[in-house]
């Protein structure tokens, strides 16, 4: 079956524009996660939704990140006003159940560079 | 809280010859431990999981992992390294009852032929 899919999977900007990077997870996983991966750096959590919950908004970096989730499927990350350092890879991951022991499924990931 | 540490950002070896990458944890329950493998320009990828059954994990590829309570300790091996499994791995701690698992920093595997 179709795994994670993320798009596009390069992203070149302007400093100060505003990028949105989408997210369609596995058909049927509940859960749905965004990290961001420097270079040189492990995964930093960004963003968690679960269901029709109120998602954890806990690891966005700062108020120019906001993310949504429409009908419980596809996802979008949106970065405002985009700065140098918000280059970086952007990983979704869903997983079949909530919770952190659950196995998560990644998609390829978006590879942002703003110049 | 919980946290985890790989001990080696980088480990060489060559072609055939064992693979160690090291992965220590700290957490205040009972933990579930992952290991994921990252290839370039590629999403991460589940090898292996403990979840409180056996303590030696078999994953695949031929990789496994051996969760020490008493070392806090959840170390990859491979018998042999083969040139596919040049990649970036990670190690993964989760508490149950949570839904935010923490990454390790990644170590990356570099295999010569």
């Known amino acids: ?18 990028v949105e990077l989408r997210c369609d997870p596995i058909s ?42 429409t009908g419980g499927s596809v996802s979008t990350l949106t970065i405002q006003r985009t700065q140098q350092e918000d280059s970086a890879v952007y990983l ?11 196995t998560q499924y990644f998609g390829p990931g978006t590879r942002l560079l703003v110049l | 809280a919980q946290s985890v540490t ?17 992965c220590n944890y700290s ?27 056996a303590t030696l994990v078999k994953g695949i590829n031929g990789f496994e992992a051996e969760f020490k309570k008493s070392e806090t300790s959840f170390h990859l091996t491979k018998p042999s390294a083969h040139m596919s499994d040049a990649a970036e791995y990670f190690c993964v701690v989760a508490r149950r009852g949570s839904y935010i698992p923490t990454f390790g920093r990644g170590t990356s595997l570099i295999v010569h032929p």
């Not at chain 1, 270079?39 to 954890?56: K, V």
């Not at chain 1, 979704?92 to 659950?102: D, L, V």
């Not at chain 2, 790989?6 to 090291?22: A, F, I, M, N």
């Not at chain 2, 957490?27 to 292996?48: A, E, I, R």
């Open chain 1, 28 to 69: 049927g996983h509940t859960a749905l996660y965004w990290y961001r991966q420097s270079l040189g750096q492990g995964l930093e959590f960004l963003i968690y939704f679960q269901g029709n919950s109120a998602p954890d908004k806990s690891g966005l970096p700062s108020d120019r990140f906001s993310a949504e989730r």
């Open chain 2, 27 to 53: 957490s205040s329950y009972s933990p579930s431990l992952f290991w994921y493998v990252q290839h370039p320009n590629k999403g991460l990828q589940l090898l292996l999981k403990y979840t409180s059954a």
């Open chain 1, 92 to 102: 979704c991951a869903s997983s079949f159940q909530r919770g952190a022991a659950e």
């Open chain 2, 6 to 22: 790989q001990l080696d950002s980088h480990v060489s070896v060559s072609e055939g010859t064992p693979v160690l990458l090291r």
């Open chain 1, 1 to 18: 079956g179709a795994g994670v899919s993320q798009s596009p999977s390069n992203k070149v900007t302007e400093k100060g524009k505003d």
